[in-house]
């Protein structure tokens, strides 16, 4: 890598700035002493009848109490709670505030070019700017023809639909299509490029699929073309002779706009609704409950329902061949300049066929794919799911649910938006913090921009402390989304710091040739550098093991009857196997990796923005010694690298006896699955082979020599283990929770099935080890393209076969949540060998 500027500027001393090498945590043990009083005196009487003098009556004594010390005890303890009442209230202060550096300044120069995009993922097609009280566009679509009425909107992957991007570059261009039945409906998006302006068009074209019987021209489709907005504003609708040509309005963030329609072709009948909506979540029934007639056997809208609406509907029955365009211009800015030529005229046809050729030929150009062998299917396949991923990104604005130790219930982080690209448009669409540093990979290839935004808006989300809550679900339409165990995030939970591969990949992209990205990215870093320091530490400090450079990840259920192995939901690898029965003795090899891994990098960084990298290249070297990794995670027993713990392989899953005491005539009671466990744990390594084991050679931390390497290489390469013609299994097939259910209902997700980015973490490693002298060169140099080619290969064919790249596969075929065009997009790299 071509030395920067910066890299030569002396160190600053700052104390802050040392990372903490892993240490064991101290234990303290108190103590309370306990006391009985003496029995009192009794009092002794002459017994009845005696004859003797009179016994004097003692009264018993009775403790004499001081009312000082009653009161100071009262007062201390009152004291005690009051400052433990506000210990806990500061701390969770501390969890609900943002963290005390200056927020990472967005590139100003982004500022137009990014305002607007297609950053509702969720829905099949939706329209909205980077700003709190934005105006939203976006799609609905029922047919007429059919028996049932179904109405499209959020993306779903039961609606059985072929749909994505087939370009799609980021900024100011977009084009997809969407098979529904009989029919092909494309979306493209289109924004001037022009750094001063901010307007846009969205085109809607209906057309005929081919079918034997031509029923697809006969098809009449009902549209609902939305505009809403976010929060704070107002619109307008524009009639004339009472139907709907546009609307105007303006919001405190965008300011004044309008929006024309433009209609290429003649619908059959067309009506709108301007109604104030109270909620999105309500959307679709204020839709529904705005209809009012059937007339000619179309709906028809009530029209304007209040004075001051914040949604604005547009429908219309059309038939296939219809062309509709949305022209989005603000009133105050100066759309003089050239770009897209005349909005809203004749000629936008051609410039979006010249956006598409354009972005086909920088894509084909950038990852080079027919020049590394690829047919041109095997092309257009990766620049497909290319596309999907990074037109998946969007902008999401809202409060997260945070709990900490010190709150009882709930509490809202602070509000934000984040700029992200996601997993699934289906079923995962908002951001996933240990996700988006596998996207970041791919994207940071096309538009290192992109990433950096991205990025910085992440690293924006820290807290004082330097956590990050590590699945976003901002506003209330992505909060209707999941479900509601999984809302609430806790502040002392982690998820793997997957940033730092992208920030390797920064670092290793840099290009002498373009020294204002390598400017922009280092200026980037030196803002970063004081939050990565801190996320760094929050790690190193939180996140420690029981031994002197252990790591142990928090969050799992020790009380759980119903789980076969208590899922791990912070690594990120949900229902690995770990130890059976969790306790504070476990040590992560994984997570151990992840740490020095990141040392690594925090290091690297460091030396480029003109910091103190000592201290990170100290516990890097400290970590990466392989004496200490395999005294803490190498059995000798098993012959591979594992978690550490008290486990058990006798548990399994049953269903206990129904209680016999039922009332005659009830149907019979089944209780659900529980745990039993047959052999008592005991403390030592997990008998689970897989990705767990595999972290020391993903992430490049065992010795290039090393004779744990050569054994690894070996199990690897076993197909009775983890080896397929498919890629890498997450878990080998002799493990005994290999494809075994966790609970009654919860199948098997990290036990046994492949994932892309797991592979392509290995495909890499394998070239590294393949390109560096040691004794494992050639085998891993040649296991390396076999994978390469074994992943890439099954993955075009279950396109080909479903039209989806998938989140798993099994067996080759692909399973889980489908289009899942986030990590799995990886593929293109793999492909273009970067």
């Excluded at 779903?156 to 039945?181: A, P, S, V």
């Excluded at 009948?269 to 109270?278: G, K």
């Excluded at 040649?782 to 039209?803: H, S, W």
């Amino acid at each position: 890598m071509t030395k920067n500027k910066l890299a030569n500027r002396p160190a600053k001393p700052d104390a802050k700035a040392a990372a903490n090498v892993a240490a064991p945590p101290s234990h303290q043990q108190n103590g309370n002493a306990s006391s009985k009083n003496a029995a009192a005196k009794q009092e002794h009487a002459a017994p009845k009848g005696s004859r003797g003098p009179p016994v004097k009556k003692v009264r018993p004594r009775t403790a004499t109490f001081n009312k000082s010390a009653i009161i100071i005890s009262i007062v201390s303890g009152l004291l005690a709670v009051g400052v433990y009442l506000l210990h806990s209230y500061l701390q969770e202060q501390k969890t609900l505030s943002p963290f005390a550096g200056p927020l990472i300044p967005l590139d100003r120069s982004y500022t137009n070019n990014l305002l607007w995009g297609t950053y509702r993922p969720g829905v099949y097609f939706g329209v909205r700017s980077r700003t709190p009280n934005s105006l939203e566009m976006g799609l609905m679509w029922f047919s007429y023809t059919s028996s049932q009425f179904v109405l499209r909107h959020l993306c779903d992957q039961n609606d059985r639909l072929l749909y994505g991007w087939k370009e799609h570059d980021g900024r100011t261009f977009g084009y997809q299509e969407i098979m529904d039945e009989n029919i092909n409906i494309s979306t493209t998006f289109l924004k001037r490029y022009n750094d001063h302006t901010s307007d846009w068009i969205s085109r809607l074209s209906i057309h005929p699929l081919s079918t034997p019987n031509g029923a697809a021209g006969k098809t009449k489709v009902g549209l609902f073309i939305y505009f809403r907005l976010e929060d704070k504003g107002q619109l307008t609708p524009i009639l004339i002779d009472g139907g709907l040509v546009g609307l105007e309005g303006s919001t405190p963030s965008l300011g004044a706009f309008k929006v024309n329609f433009v209609q290429y072709s003649n619908p059959i009948s067309s009506s709108f609704l301007a109604a104030q909506l109270s909620s999105v979540t309500k959307l679709r029934d204020t839709i529904l409950n705005g209809i009012t007639m059937n007339v000619g056997n179309a709906l028809r809208l009530v029209g304007q329902t209040t004075s001051q609406p914040n949604l604005i509907v547009f429908e219309l029955a059309v038939m296939p061949k219809f062309v509709m365009d949305f022209v989005y211009e603000p009133l105050k800015a100066d759309l003089s300049s050239a770009g897209l030529g005349q909005l809203g005229d004749g000629s936008i046809g051609e410039t979006i066929a010249k956006h598409r050729q354009r972005f086909r030929e920088r894509f084909r150009a950038m990852f080079r794919i027919v020049e590394r062998g690829y047919s041109e299917a095997e092309n257009e396949f990766a620049q497909k799911v290319f596309s999907n991923l990074i037109g998946g990104i969007g902008y999401f604005y809202g409060e997260s649910l945070v709990k900490s130790r010190w709150s009882v219930t709930p509490a809202k982080y602070w509000t934000t938006g984040l700029y992200t690209a996601v997993p699934s448009r289906s079923f995962f669409p908002r951001g996933f913090l240990w996700d988006e540093g596998f996207h970041q990979l791919v994207i940071s290839k096309w538009d290192v921009g992109l990433t950096r935004e991205i990025m910085t808006h992440w690293l924006n989300l820290m807290n004082t402390e330097g956590w990050i809550p590590r699945e976003q679900i901002l506003g209330e339409e992505s909060r209707s989304r999941v479900p509601e165990e999984f809302v609430v995030q806790n502040s002392d939970y982690a998820n793997p710091p997957s940033f730092f591969l992208t920030i390797e990949s920064m670092l290793d992209g840099l290009d002498p040739d373009r020294p204002d990205e390598i400017d922009r990215t280092l200026k980037f870093f030196e803002f970063a550098f004081p939050r990565l320091q801190k996320w760094f530490e929050w790690f190193n400090t939180t996140q420690l093991g029981p031994v002197p450079g252990s790591y142990r990840w928090r969050g799992r259920n020790e009380t759980t009857e119903r789980e076969l192995n208590p899922k791990t939901l912070t690594s990120g690898l949900d229902d690995y196997p770990r130890a059976s029965h969790p306790s504070a003795e476990e040590r992560h090899v994984d997570l151990y990796c992840w740490m020095a891994y990141a040392a690594g990098i925090m290091a690297r960084v460091a030396e480029e923005v003109g910091e103190n990298a000592v201290p990170y290249r100290n516990t890097e070297a400290y970590l990466k010694d392989n004496n200490l990794l395999n005294r803490l995670h190498w059995s000798e027993a098993l012959k591979f690298y594992a978690d550490y713990g008290r486990h058990s392989d006798g548990v399994r899953l049953e269903r206990p006896a129904a209680p016999r005491s039922q009332r005659p005539g009830q149907p019979p009671v089944q209780l659900p699955m529980a745990r039993m466990v047959d052999k008592e744990p005991v403390v030592g390594h997990v008998n689970a082979f897989g990705y767990v084991s595999l972290f020391p050679v993903m992430l490049r931390i065992v010795d290039p020599s090393s004779p744990q390497l050569g054994a690894l290489l070996d199990a690897l390469r076993n197909p009775a283990l983890l080896w397929t013609d498919y890629g890498i299994r997450s878990l080998a097939k002799n493990s005994p929770l290999f494809a075994k259910y966790n609970t009654e209902h919860d199948g098997p997700y990290w036990r046994g099935a492949v994932w892309i980015n797991m592979n392509y973490l290995i495909v890499k490693a394998l070239k590294y080890y393949g390109e560096v002298k040691g004794p494992y060169q050639e085998k891993a140099l040649r296991m390396g393209d076999e994978l390469r080619m074994n992943i890439v290969r099954n993955m075009m064919r279950q396109y080909q076969r479903t039209g989806f790249v998938w989140e798993q596969y099994v067996d080759g075929e692909g399973k889980g949540s489908h289009p899942f065009t986030g990590w799995s997009s990886l593929v293109v790299l793999l492909m273009s060998d970067f």
